[in-house]
């Protein structure tokens, strides 16, 4: 199935999220936890000598020089070189009746460090990530001992310096694994896979498949797709395939697929969202005209007679989910909405007077703000046609001034009022977006960003 929605994180993307994974590993392996070390070797001619190291903890552990790169149909890869650490701690020697102990400073050396990191999704569509491999070579270390018996301390120094290399190397993978699972894999989990609009729609961002890693970036097909809070039921129609453009100044980019669009439109029209009642307490002031029979008298002079100075309602509705095609530079979107006009009698009962057809181009002005995507619409030239009457024939071209200045000043207004609230992109926790760009391509809208992680 083709996603309704797609993320791309180009190599910006991954170069920002690498700096602040790096930045975060180089306190946690400075908090090492090393276990002592101890054993014996023999000296030829000369007999066993007893060795004890302990006390032994990290000063510092640097990562001068690093990178990540997605690797295609495996994941990601982070490579680091030139690395070093320095240690501290205590020794303890015994040879037959002589006894030393004291301190050493340690200093390892070109520690190269190369983690593979697996992508994949859960049954829920979440997003999983889990370390695949990982490999830490130390090419240098040096000892400095405190205490008088250099000689004894050039052997002591030959027997645990493989053992320290091993230690070291094993500690510091087992570091990265557990911060895999322990902080990154919760923190790739904060990304919704269902996001709640309001009491009738929300938003499936679940995954469709694993992540795929390019040469170039990593992309996230998602369902993008609007489904009912009440009764949850197939979509019937299909999305069209993405064809993303090589765009990679932003650190992402989002495609919201026409699809994506359309099962909102879908989605709000089978819940009976998109019907607008008019009334006349709902004009505004400043506006000289009231809706009633003795305005609308000046277009069907039969209104008056059967109805004298009678409030009316017009009941706005869409008898088919409006749907929007994207194309290269702008959405194009042809509403159909039928307008029921009513006399308000007396008793509060309706009693029907027409019922008018509008067609119009509608366009769309889209942005992002605060994580979300937000548009207003403008209305074009309208075409109403009668039909039905219940006060018999008039010249419906002569409603066409009033039906504009309802839909500009009233109708508009509160549907762009509600656009501006948006919908939310799919973004995990902590995440803000700036230097936003929208552009329109075939079947779907491209929104570029980059992206700051801004802690609480």
Same mark, same amino acid.
């Given at each position: 199935?083709?996603?309704?929605?797609?993320?791309?994180?180009?190599?910006?993307?991954?170069?920002?999220?690498? *700096?602040?994974?790096?930045? &975060?590993?180089?306190?946690?392996?400075?908090?090492?936890?090393?276990?002592?070390?101890?054993? !014996?070797?023999?000296?030829?001619?000369?007999?066993?000598?007893?060795?004890?190291?302990?006390?032994?903890?990290?000063?510092? &552990?640097?990562?001068?020089?690093?990178?990540?790169?997605?690797?295609?149909?495996?994941?990601?890869?982070? +490579?680091?070189?030139?690395?070093? /650490?320095?240690? @501290?701690?205590?020794?303890?020697?015994?040879?037959?009746?002589?006894?030393?102990? %004291?301190?050493?400073?340690?200093?390892?050396?070109?520690?190269?460090?190369?983690?593979?990191?697996?992508? %994949?999704?859960?049954?829920?569509?979440?997003?999983?990530?889990?370390?695949?491999?990982?490999?830490?070579?130390?090419?240098?270390?040096?000892?400095?001992?405190?205490?008088?018996?250099?000689?004894?301390?050039?052997?002591?120094?030959?027997?645990?310096? /493989?053992?320290?290399?091993?230690?070291?190397?094993?500690?510091?993978?087992?570091?990265?694994?557990?911060?895999?699972? *322990?902080?990154?894999?919760?923190?790739?989990?904060?990304?919704?896979?269902? /996001?709640?609009?309001?009491?009738?729609?929300?938003? !499936?961002?679940?995954?469709?498949?694993?992540?795929?890693?390019?040469?170039?970036?990593?992309?996230? @097909?998602?369902?993008?797709?609007?489904?009912?809070?009440?009764?949850?039921?197939?979509?019937?129609?299909?999305?069209?395939?993405?064809?993303? =453009?090589?765009?990679?100044?932003?650190?992402?980019?989002?495609?919201?697929?026409?699809?994506?669009?359309?099962?909102?439109?879908?989605?709000?029209?089978? /819940? %009976?969202?998109?019907?607008?009642?008019?009334?006349?307490?709902?004009?505004?002031? +400043?506006?000289?005209?009231?809706?009633?029979?003795?305005?609308?008298?000046?277009?069907? =002079?039969?209104?008056?007679?059967?109805?004298?100075?009678?409030?009316?309602?017009?009941?706005?509705?869409?008898?088919?989910?409006?749907?929007?095609?994207?194309?290269?530079?702008?959405? +194009?979107?042809?509403?159909?909405?039928?307008?029921?006009?009513?006399?308000?009698?007396?008793?509060?009962?309706?009693?029907?007077?027409?019922?008018?057809?509008?067609?119009?181009?509608?366009?769309?002005?889209?942005?992002?703000?605060?994580?979300?995507?937000?548009?207003?619409?403008?209305?074009?030239?309208?075409?109403?046609?009668?039909?039905?009457?219940?006060?018999?024939?008039?010249?419906?071209?002569?409603?066409?001034?009033?039906?504009?200045?309802?839909?500009?000043?009233?109708?508009?207004?509160?549907?762009?009022?509600?656009? !501006?609230?948006?919908?939310?992109?799919?973004?995990?926790?902590?995440?803000?977006?700036?230097?936003?760009?929208?552009?329109?391509? *075939?079947?779907?809208?491209?929104?570029?960003? @980059?992206?700051?992680? *801004?802690?609480?």
């Amino acid at each position: 199935t083709d996603p309704g929605f797609v993320v791309r994180i180009t190599q910006a993307g991954l170069d920002y999220a690498h *700096q602040l994974g790096i930045e &975060f590993l180089e306190k946690e392996l400075a908090q090492l936890k090393l276990q002592d070390i101890s054993g !014996d070797f023999r000296i030829r001619h000369v007999g066993k000598v007893r060795y004890e190291i302990s006390r032994l903890e990290l000063r510092s &552990f640097h990562l001068p020089y690093s990178r990540i790169s997605p690797v295609p149909n495996v994941g990601l890869q982070v +490579s680091i070189s030139n690395a070093f /650490a320095e240690v @501290d701690g205590n020794w303890r020697v015994k040879l037959y009746f002589i006894r030393d102990h %004291g301190s050493f400073d340690l200093k390892v050396e070109n520690v190269y460090i190369k983690i593979s990191l697996k992508l %994949g999704s859960d049954s829920s569509g979440k997003p999983t990530i889990d370390t695949s491999d990982c490999n830490t070579r130390i090419s240098r270390v040096w000892v400095h001992f405190s205490g008088k018996l250099a000689w004894l301390y050039n052997l002591f120094y030959g027997a645990i310096e /493989a053992r320290f290399r091993k230690l070291l190397e094993n500690k510091v993978c087992e570091s990265v694994a557990s911060n895999v699972r *322990q902080q990154l894999q919760p923190y790739a989990r904060t990304l919704p896979v269902t /996001a709640r609009i309001d009491a009738m729609a929300g938003i !499936d961002y679940s995954l469709v498949a694993p992540p795929t890693a390019t040469a170039q970036s990593l992309d996230v @097909d998602l369902k993008g797709e609007f489904f009912s809070m009440a009764h949850r039921s197939a979509i019937p129609f299909l999305p069209l395939p993405l064809a993303f =453009p090589p765009d990679h100044d932003r650190m992402v980019y989002f495609g919201a697929s026409s699809y994506f669009f359309n099962t909102a439109a879908f989605t709000y029209h089978r /819940a %009976g969202a998109l019907v607008f009642e008019l009334t006349d307490s709902m004009i505004p002031k +400043s506006m000289d005209f009231h809706l009633n029979t003795s305005t609308f008298s000046a277009f069907i =002079p039969q209104l008056e007679k059967k109805y004298p100075e009678t409030p009316m309602k017009l009941m706005l509705s869409t008898p088919t989910a409006p749907f929007l095609s994207i194309g290269p530079g702008a959405f +194009s979107l042809r509403p159909v909405v039928d307008i029921q006009a009513y006399a308000i009698l007396p008793n509060s009962s309706l009693a029907p007077l027409f019922l008018l057809s509008l067609v119009s181009n509608v366009s769309a002005v889209i942005n992002v703000k605060s994580g979300h995507i937000v548009g207003s619409l403008d209305v074009g030239r309208m075409k109403l046609s009668l039909k039905q009457s219940d006060v018999g024939t008039f010249q419906v071209r002569m409603l066409q001034s009033i039906m504009n200045i309802f839909a500009s000043n009233i109708l508009l207004p509160r549907l762009n009022a509600r656009l !501006d609230e948006g919908f939310p992109l799919p973004l995990p926790d902590k995440i803000q977006l700036s230097n936003i760009l929208v552009r329109f391509h *075939q079947n779907f809208l491209l929104l570029g960003a @980059d992206v700051r992680y *801004q802690p609480r």
